[in-house]
């Protein structure tokens, strides 16, 4: 059984650094997803608040927008005191890769976005479950969620 890593990354840069260096090393999966699953789920997640959230079905639309506005700030702001996010939280589907993406094409997809994530100067959007928040809490909860799910691989060298 392979263990999770701890990790912590300072920069979004950190996290393309990392699944980079778990490209060209090989990994081992602690969880159930690929590489390519994580960075594309991480790039998705980030782009997200960029380009606008996918649109959920009518009644999880009302759901979230009830959580939004009841638990999550409170969950938000347990989020960036401790630096995790419980596994097994639940995640649109739509926004992880298949089982069989390209791990490198993903990690080039995550390398692009982190990119476009750094150059950008708006607002980011409201997350559907967390609501609004500046840029410098969007930069670090997107830190924190690469650092959970690329936790989940070790490097094979």
């Given at each position: 059984m392979v263990a999770r890593r701890t990790l912590k990354f300072a920069s979004l840069d950190d996290a393309v650094a990392d699944a980079e260096h778990l490209l060209a090393a090989g990994y081992d999966k602690a969880g159930q997803w690929s590489l390519g699953q994580c960075s594309g789920h991480i790039a998705n997640w980030l782009g997200y608040a960029m380009d606008g959230f996918p649109k959920p079905p009518a009644p999880l639309r009302m759901l979230m927008w009830a959580l939004r506005h009841t638990v999550g700030p409170g969950a938000l702001g347990r989020v960036m005191k401790s630096g995790e996010i419980k596994a097994g939280a639940p995640t649109m589907p739509?926004?992880?890769p298949a089982p069989n993406s390209d791990d490198a094409a993903e990690v080039a997809k995550l390398k692009e976005t982190v990119a476009r994530a750094n150059a950008?100067?708006?607002?980011?959007?409201?997350?559907?479950?967390?609501?609004?928040m500046d840029r410098d809490t969007w930069v670090r909860l997107n830190c924190v969620h690469a650092a959970h799910h690329l936790s989940f691989l070790t490097p094979r060298s």
């Open positions: 739509q926004s992880v950008f100067t708006g607002t980011p959007l409201p997350s559907p479950f967390f609501g609004p």
